[in-house]
């Protein structure tokens, strides 16, 4: 076939790409060879936009025993065990065709904790979706959650966390981030990385069909109008044979036969045996008539570019062929040896006796183009930034005391009053209760979720140890937009935080670096922004990068989503009966809060629930109090006086002290609160999302002892109130029945989805 | 007691059970690979909760024909003890072992939560230890769990005591409230006329350490080992 202009569009490659590829090889390649070029070269397998940046991420520590370039990073946790985890975007094929989009997106994310030798045991996810007007809302959000569950549920690896905004940048683009978390034997890490020259190549897993072919290249593009016409490049899930696939890997990996091992993900059998020669420095022979195939006449341009799910690649050592292949047939799986380790540094494809395609290794993957994008910080940004809180009315007060004529408070500009506002921002899908999601997911299943969804972190215990992992995800993709330094940095403090809140050391993290199309200079100037956010607070906080994912392209006609990089982190708990959960516990408990609040009302959830406002500078971090305010919690908590602990978020005091009156499945309790005198804004004090803050209780008992604590780490630590009765009561400003509040915040999602 | 778990390729609560049997109770416990064909030598056979082949087709359709459900029917009915928990539920019944069936939830999703079932019989080897109508709160993980059978085995059921636990609210009302998937009668969990067969949907073994949030479901396996001392 003749390569024609049209056809090296088709690929996704730019002309000057296509040079590039003649240059190297010296000559014109051939169909199958431009197809495992194009996937390759493609951003979503070659990181040619944001390579250049990536380098920032601090990505060492004492405890890493992997970082980037794996299948996943992987951190030791002593006793000689080893937690590995990633994050991995499926959005683009999410919003094609949502159940499979979003299940395969799990299934892939499990594999690449597998490959590495881990079992897997919670998984994790980080969804956006456009607002709740947005026609197609609705079917993303239903289709999503089913798939994840559906896929999740079945592989029996519990679904224990995540968050879900809703916002309309993502009415063109949703995002779906999946997370999963495995353990491992510290001594038993596996690569993907094809050594020995002469040892197997074995194909295991599913028969290779003909979906997905190009998923790659679709997802480093943006969308215009039409894109379910794509729906033909997402892959379709199994994860019975996942699961299948799982017990199978982890009992050969018992024996010494496996040398090398890799899923094949994007860009299917391409990349997983291109990247694992090129780790291992060598080559690799592969017959693609050897490949087990789901349909007949399928030519080697189609296998060795499908990405059908549930297969993995294998390199074992020499003569272990039939033993491995047993333990793949216990488990009714196909295991065929399709190819050979070789010292020609070449990828060679043969289809029977005909050499199909011959590649130097490192030309897809060293040689693949680099690209130093032009940057600009947009002319939007002074605008989106600048807010005058004079022009915007304070609610009133209607309850509690009277108030004098002269006090600004008693003056009501707005419609809304306090108690009004908050159950409005309780209500709102942003901060309303995310039961109707996580209910759809197992997040039990292995008993050893202590904390189950709902609390700041979910903490997972390890059998046979006193240890637990604590694990969230985060990312306010709106302080992002409005400042992506200062954004990205609040998503590594305030991930950090949510574990610290539960008891937990933070580890590690991984990220899923979700941006527009990185050919507009504004665009880059986001993604630049925010790498060298998450750097500095990854440095401040000692948190290293131990592995992620960037997904370029969330952009539909024009539009990009809000740069979201969400953050995905996990802790370490050395004594799990010291784990802590956020809701109150006991009447009479003293509520303290941690920290100092500012008036700070820039991109708030208030701003935009209340005032329509997506402006404004998002709260200031300050990385270095954040440091010491988390150092004095989890001593707090590990000196075993902390009853509960919430970290500060959307919606600020008001909010979280509801969310610890509400947010316990099995009961609710009142609390009164007198905030110390101030001189900001009511509504900044109460709705306010100033960072570094965490609010508390104790027993009485141990008020002392705290402050102490906080003292010593130079916090600002107030006791503003005490845990009881059946309201919640807020300066004589807020007074609402805790029932009134959950039945605000429950079952929200479930009314919006009825429509 | 000598606890058989049967393992289904898709089984994933095996671990669980096993877990709850060997650590939590100190009991011996082993693992029976789906293609065994001898039960030998075991007191009780729990059948896990999972996805035993996929269930793309009828939950438990395909698992019926298992060489270990056939194995199993022949230890039901020597009168071994056998427990079905969810997926094992749903076996039992294709297996013909219990009466009915369990149909897709009423609202079309899989629930994970926890819910309270009220004890109806507390006569029976596997709830001896709890009080009869004790509320326990014990989660559930299913799609399918709508129970559903003809008129006169519901009928026989009752008039045999046969139904073992229905869902309850807190205060032990039986309410179409408090029943998470629709199932006939709100039943929850029932037994055979013989007595030595248990079929439910709530997950017992999720609840036996306080560490996970409660402990009522230590009842259902100390009533088993309170026959062996």
Redo the contacts between chains.
């Keep these: 076939m003749k390569i024609t202009q049209e056809i090296i569009f088709q690929h996704g490659l730019t002309d000057e790409e296509y040079q590039r590829i003649l240059s190297l090889l010296g000559r014109d390649p051939n169909f199958l060879e431009l197809g495992i070029f194009s996937v390759m070269w493609s951003e979503h397998c070659s990181y040619k936009s944001s390579k250049i940046h990536l380098k920032n991420f601090p990505i060492t520590g004492k405890h890493v025993l992997q970082g980037p370039g794996e299948n996943a990073g992987i951190v030791d946790i002593g006793d000689g065990m080893a937690v590995a985890f990633k994050m991995e975007s499926h959005n683009h094929p999410s919003y094609i065709e949502p159940y499979q989009g979003a299940a395969t997106g799990v299934g892939g994310i499990l594999r690449d904790i597998f490959t590495m030798g881990a079992r897997p045991i919670a998984s994790l996810n980080s969804l956006r979706f456009g607002s709740f007007d947005h026609p197609k809302t609705r079917y993303l959000l239903n289709g999503v959650v089913a798939g994840i569950a559906g896929y999740g549920n079945c592989m029996g690896v519990p679904t224990v966390g995540g968050e879900v905004y809703f916002h309309e940048s993502y009415n063109g683009n949703c995002l779906v981030n999946a997370m999963t978390v495995g353990i491992m034997k510290s001594s038993k890490i596996f690569k993907g990385k094809a050594e020995g020259i002469g040892n197997l190549v074995m194909y295991v897993g599913s028969k290779t069909g003909r979906d997905g072919i190009h998923g790659a290249t679709m997802a480093s593009d943006v969308f215009g109008e039409g894109g379910e016409e794509r729906r033909p490049t997402v892959q379709v899930g199994d994860p019975f044979t996942e699961k299948l696939l799982l017990e199978a890997c982890l009992e050969v990996f018992k024996t010494d036969y496996v040398v090398g091992i890799q899923d094949m993900g994007a860009a299917g059998l391409t990349s997983s045996s291109v990247e694992m020669a090129s780790r291992g420095g060598t080559g690799i022979d592969l017959d693609v008539s050897l490949v087990p195939r789901r349909e007949d006449g399928m030519t080697p341009y189609e296998v060795m570019l499908s990405e059908s799910q549930e297969r993995m690649l294998m390199v074992v050592k020499n003569g272990c062929e039939e033993k491995v292949r047993e333990i793949f047939h216990k488990w009714d799986l196909e295991a065929v040896v399709v190819g050979v380790v070789t010292n020609s540094n070449l990828l060679r494809v043969a289809d029977g006796n005909n050499i199909v395609a011959i590649i130097p290794v490192k030309f897809l993957t060293d040689n693949a183009p680099v690209y130093k994008r032009p940057i600009k910080r947009p002319d939007w940004q002074d605008d989106v930034q600048t807010i005058d809180l004079k022009n915007i009315p304070e609610p009133a007060v209607v309850v509690g005391r009277a108030a004098p004529a002269n006090d600004r408070w008693a003056q009501p500009t707005l419609q809304n009053n306090y108690n009004d506002v908050l159950l409005k921002l309780l209500s709102s899908p942003n901060i309303a209760s995310k039961e109707w999601i996580y209910r759809q997911y197992d997040h039990m299943v292995r008993t050893d979720t202590v904390v189950l969804p709902g609390s700041d972190a979910a903490v997972v215990r390890i059998k046979g140890t006193k240890k637990a992992l604590a694990m969230t995800s985060d990312c306010n993709s709106r302080y992002c937009y409005l400042d992506p330094f200062a954004g990205s940095a609040i998503a590594v403090a305030e991930a950090a935080r949510n574990l610290v809140c539960s008891g937990a050391k933070p580890i590690a993290l991984t990220d899923c670096l979700n941006f527009g199309n990185p050919e507009r200079p504004e665009i880059m100037w986001q993604f630049e922004q925010a790498v060298l956010g998450m750097s500095e607070a990854c440095k401040k906080l000692d948190i290293p990068v131990i592995g992620g994912n960037v997904s370029l392209y969330n952009e539909t006609s024009g539009t990009a989503v809000y740069p979201t990089p969400t953050v995905g982190m996990v802790g370490l708990i050395e004594d799990v009966s010291l784990h802590v959960t956020q809701w109150f516990k006991s009447e009479g408990d003293v509520i303290v809060l941690l920290g100092e609040t500012k008036e700070e009302l820039g991109g708030s959830e208030y701003l935009k629930i209340i005032h329509k406002l997506d402006k404004g500078r998002p709260p200031h971090i300050d990385l270095n109090f954040e440091a010491k305010l988390q150092e004095a919690c989890l001593n707090a908590i590990r000196g075993g006086i902390i009853k509960s602990a919430h970290d500060l978020s959307e919606g600020g005091l008001a909010v979280a002290l509801a969310e610890c009156c509400i947010s316990f499945h099995e009961k609710v309790v009142g609390a009164e609160i007198i905030l110390p005198a101030h001189k900001m804004r009511m509504d900044a004090l109460l709705f306010g999302e100033s960072q570094s803050r965490i609010i508390v209780s104790i027993a009485k008992e141990d008020t002392a002892k705290l402050m102490s604590i906080a003292d010593k780490h130079s916090i600002p630590a107030v006791v503003i109130g005490k845990v009881g009765g059946n309201r919640l009561k807020v300066n004589g400003v807020i007074d609402l029945s805790v029932k009134e509040l959950k039945e605000a915040w429950k079952d929200v999602l479930e009314k919006l989805l009825k429509g | 007691m000598k606890f058989g778990i049967i393992v289904f390729?898709?089984?994933?609560?095996d671990?669980?059970c096993y877990?709850?049997a060997k650590?939590v109770f100190g009991q011996e416990a082993e693992y029976i690979w789906h293609k065994e064909t001898s039960l030998q030598g075991f007191d009780c056979i729990i059948l896990p909760?999972?996805?035993s082949?996929?269930?793309?087709l009828r939950t438990g359709a395909i698992a019926r024909f298992s060489p270990v459900v056939n194995e199993v029917i022949k230890f039901a009915n020597r009168g071994g003890l056998v427990i079905g928990i969810c997926n094992g539920f749903q076996i039992l019944t294709e297996a013909g072992l219990l009466p009915g069936v369990l149909m897709r939830n009423k609202g079309l999703?899989?629930?994970?939560?926890?819910i309270y079932v009220r004890v109806e019989n507390n006569q029976t080897i596997f709830t001896k230890a709890y009080q009869k109508g004790q509320i326990l709160n014990i989660?559930i993980?299913h799609?399918d769990g709508n129970y559903f059978a003809d008129k006169d085995t519901i009928k026989r059921l009752e008039d045999n005591n046969q139904i073992i636990l229905r869902y309850s609210t807190e205060d032990g009302e039986i309410t179409d409230d408090a029943n998470p998937n629709g199932s006939l009668s709100n039943i929850a969990g029932i037994i055979n006329a013989k007595g030595n067969i248990f079929g439910a949907m709530p997950?017992p073994?999720?609840v036996?350490?306080s560490?996970?949030?409660g402990e009522d479901g230590r009842g259902i396996f100390e009533g088993i080992l309170s026959l062996s001392s």
Excluded: M
Aim: charged share 20%; hydrophobic share 25%; aromatic share 12%.
């Design positions: 390729p898709g089984s994933n609560c671990h669980d877990h709850a650590h909760g999972g996805f082949y996929g269930d793309y999703k899989f629930i994970c939560k926890s989660p993980a799609a997950h073994e999720r036996c350490e560490i996970l949030g």
